[in-house]
């Protein structure tokens, strides 16, 4: 049990401070802000992570991995054809926005990119594995659409998803 509990307040770190950082950026969220917002000491978030940049490879597992794995489901569904997959998951990506009582928040992988990438290759790194992973599971989409019918056959796949991954 005790190690379930660990994990839970570990999870409430990295789900609060995530959230910190995308409000307010990697540079202007500071550990107490990031505690202060889980409700927890700060001894607890160096008891999990040696440092802030730690944390910011962790949360964006936590934050991203649950993501990805959506993404792989909603664009593979069999029941639905390749352009109603991506169709489909975009709009519910626009709904879901849309449904944002505040607007300020900002893309927490966009802002460890732009903040860290050059400052931290191993955030650079992890930001550009997850980026490239959910670029390869659109193309795969786009190659399904193309086979279908549903893409024009000269459709470059590959720069396609980049463009909207990137995007």
Same mark, same amino acid.
């Given at each position: 049990?005790? *190690? *379930?509990?660990?994990?839970?307040?570990?999870?409430? !770190?990295? =789900?609060?401070? =995530?959230?910190? !950082?995308?409000?307010?950026?990697? #540079?202007?969220?500071?550990?107490?802000?990031?505690? %202060?917002?889980?409700?927890?000491?700060?001894?607890?978030?160096? #008891?999990?992570?040696? +440092?802030?940049?730690?944390?910011?490879? %962790?949360?964006?597992? #936590?934050?991203? %991995?649950?993501?990805?794995?959506?993404?792989?489901?909603?664009?593979?569904?069999?029941?639905? *054809?390749?352009?109603?997959?991506?169709?489909?998951?975009?709009?519910?990506?626009?709904?879901?926005?849309?449904?944002?009582?505040?607007?300020?928040? #900002?893309?927490?992988?966009? +802002?460890?990119?732009?903040?860290?990438?050059?400052?931290?290759?191993?955030?650079?790194?992890?930001?550009?594995?997850?980026?490239?992973?959910?670029?390869? !599971?659109?193309?795969?989409?786009?190659?399904? =659409?193309? =086979?279908?019918?549903?893409?024009?056959?000269?459709?470059?796949?590959?720069?396609?998803?980049?463009?909207?991954?990137?995007?």
């Amino acid at each position: 049990m005790n *190690s *379930s509990i660990r994990l839970d307040k570990r999870d409430l !770190i990295l =789900a609060k401070g =995530a959230e910190v !950082i995308t409000r307010r950026g990697y #540079h202007g969220a500071g550990v107490q802000e990031i505690v %202060q917002a889980a409700g927890v000491p700060k001894g607890s978030f160096y #008891h999990y992570f040696a +440092s802030k940049e730690d944390f910011a490879l %962790q949360a964006l597992q #936590h934050v991203y %991995q649950p993501r990805l794995a959506r993404y792989a489901e909603a664009l593979s569904n069999p029941a639905l *054809s390749p352009r109603e997959r991506i169709l489909g998951y975009y709009a519910e990506l626009v709904e879901h926005f849309a449904r944002q009582e505040r607007l300020e928040y #900002h893309c927490f992988i966009g +802002s460890l990119s732009f903040e860290m990438a050059d400052l931290s290759p191993t955030l650079g790194a992890q930001v550009d594995v997850i980026l490239q992973t959910s670029a390869d !599971i659109l193309q795969r989409c786009l190659e399904q =659409a193309q =086979a279908a019918g549903e893409l024009a056959a000269d459709e470059d796949c590959r720069n396609l998803a980049g463009f909207i991954a990137n995007a």
